[in-house]
């Protein structure tokens, strides 16, 4: 089973390469120049040319690189798995869907299904995590595919921006207009709601706004004993670290990863953005 992701999901390159992932890149522009995300860019040079003045614009996953993909996919015999960046936030996954079905009307035997994962950064990334413990565990494709559709209604993202305004002007934000301005040190708390990035709180100071992040924890999560929950964050590894310590001291969960942002999504959510991922409750 060949298993694909892109690079909305933020993992790094070291994953993709240690854990035989596919990467499909979303792309970057910036002073006239066009790159590949994880591949061609790194997150921190982006961040440098935003807090130097620049804004990057993004784009999807390039129609060609899905037909090459789809293709080969298709003329290996194997059955294939994408687990994609949320609808709402871009075209990638409609852009692949039609590529895979224009790909299957010359090659009928193509064997793949695309997931909407309806999120973003390490809430997409540790569905991709999950999937590759399960294929490495023995489960079929399918099980797997079952299995990371209950998950993604599990996921739970809440994450804090130093500035709105990147959101904004991007088109990635919804039900902002309450949450943009403001007095000075204001952060607003933000998660994910089918699929799209909603603020539903603010607060004076980065601190209040950890401590909230944590009885967010204990309120929307599952037992922790067994989870491993993310952190991302846009260039701001010390910010990411003293929350890592709250949520030690607080939660207890089995393991805390700490992850840069990457370019895409560092590209809308901008410098010092920190984000926070972990499993809900089975609805069930």
Do not use: C
């Amino acid at each position: 089973m060949k298993l694909f992701t892109d690079s909305g999901s933020d993992l790094p390159m070291s994953f993709f390469e240690g854990h035989d992932v596919t990467l499909l890149p979303l792309r970057v522009e910036i002073g006239g120049d066009t790159y590949d995300d994880i591949s061609e860019i790194d997150s921190s040079t982006i961040f440098r040319r935003i807090r130097n003045g620049e804004r990057p614009k993004t784009s999807q996953v390039s129609p060609e690189l899905f037909t090459k993909k789809w293709e080969e996919l298709a003329k290996s015999g194997e059955d294939g798995l994408y687990i994609a960046f949320s609808s709402e936030l871009s075209g990638t996954y409609s852009t692949s869907v039609v590529i895979r079905d224009q790909v299957l009307e010359d090659h009928p035997g193509l064997d793949l299904v695309v997931i909407d994962t309806k999120g973003a950064s390490l809430g997409q990334g540790l569905l991709v995590q999950a999937a590759v413990q399960m294929r490495n565990a023995g489960k079929s494709r399918d099980e797997i595919a079952e299995a990371i559709r209950i998950l993604a209604d599990r996921v739970v993202h809440l994450f804090t921006v130093e500035d709105l305004d990147y959101l904004a002007k991007g088109g990635r934000l919804s039900k902002a207009s309450a949450f943009i301005g403001g007095l000075l040190n204001i952060k607003p708390l933000l998660h994910v709601e089918d699929g799209k990035l909603v603020p539903i709180e603010k607060y004076r100071g980065r601190k209040k706004v950890f401590q909230r992040m944590i009885s967010l924890m204990e309120e929307r999560g599952d037992s922790f004993s067994g989870q491993h929950v993310a952190i991302s964050h846009g260039d701001d590894e010390e910010a990411a670290l003293v929350l890592k310590r709250m949520i030690e001291e607080t939660i207890g969960p089995e393991s805390v990863g700490i992850y840069q942002i990457g370019s895409a999504i560092g590209a809308h959510a901008g410098p010092g953005t920190i984000a926070l991922f972990f499993f809900g409750p089975d609805p069930e």
